[in-house]
């Protein structure tokens, strides 16, 4: 069964991208491609990978198996690999199996550094037409700001560690401010899943506390990347599109990180 699509961020003005997708850390081997074609077939569009995880052939197997010709890819250059970003994207590309990259980004800053020279080979890589947009991961507001003021060029993604007990508005509204879109890693292993503000919302909805947790995600516009390797939990993990929460739970969910 096809789930409803999910809503979408435009990055650097052209690539659509699902505002739910799929984290896909620890999926590897035999298990990680067959969840990974699961997820395909359960409606993923977006796969979150880096040269980290050491699954990308899995991913790009998955990818490709299935045919489907509208799936998004991220990957991630290690900052410990800052200086050979060709090398890795090349090698990012044939493990992918695909010619043209859809989201590149710096894992974290190289050295707790914003490095404005390894993100101009990323800005360089989206001039040569192999990647469709880049950003970045674990960056300061005032990093980006660093980049953008060195390149030019602003990070279409922020990728953090984002949930209610890490909600800043501050950051947030930074991102938007600056145009960039921010992407949630972690959104269930950074909350309290049993908190009774959450579990009152859930049980408000009949929806799970971690589909809450999603659509959270979505009130903000923030692209959120649960993993599962569990057929089930990556469905109802991505079932968020039949809810809303309004204003006033959106703001309790908020609260939690002050909690
Ligand atoms: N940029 C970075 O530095 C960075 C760092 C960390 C992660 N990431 C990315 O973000 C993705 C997501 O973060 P994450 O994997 O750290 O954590 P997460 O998605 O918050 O949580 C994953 C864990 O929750 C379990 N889970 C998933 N859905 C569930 C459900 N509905 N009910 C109960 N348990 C559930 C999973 O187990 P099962 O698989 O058994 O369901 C897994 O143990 C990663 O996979 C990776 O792609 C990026």
New binding site residues.
Partial sequence: MTLPTTPVRTLDGTLDVPLVG??????RGADGYR?LRGALDLGYRLL???TM?ENEDEVGRAVADSGLPDVRITT?LHHEHAGREEEFLDRSLRLLRVDVLDLW?I??PPGGQARPDVWERLVAARADGRVRAVGV??YSLAQIDELTAATGVTPAVN???W?PARFDAAFLAGHRERGVVLEG???????D?SDPVLTGIAAEHDV?P??VVVRWHVEHGVIA??????PG??A??RDVAGFALTGDEVAALDGLARA
């Avoid at 799929?22 to 999926?27: D, F, V, W």
């Avoid at 990347?225 to 569990?230: F, R, T």
Wanted: proline share 5%.
């Fill in positions: 799929l984290g896909t850390y620890a999926l969840s979150d990978t880096a995880y991630k980004l894992h974290w991961s674990n990728q953090v560690k949930g890693y972690s959104p269930l292993k950074s909350t899943l799970t971690e589909q990347i649960p993993k599962s390797g569990d939990r990556q109802r993990n």
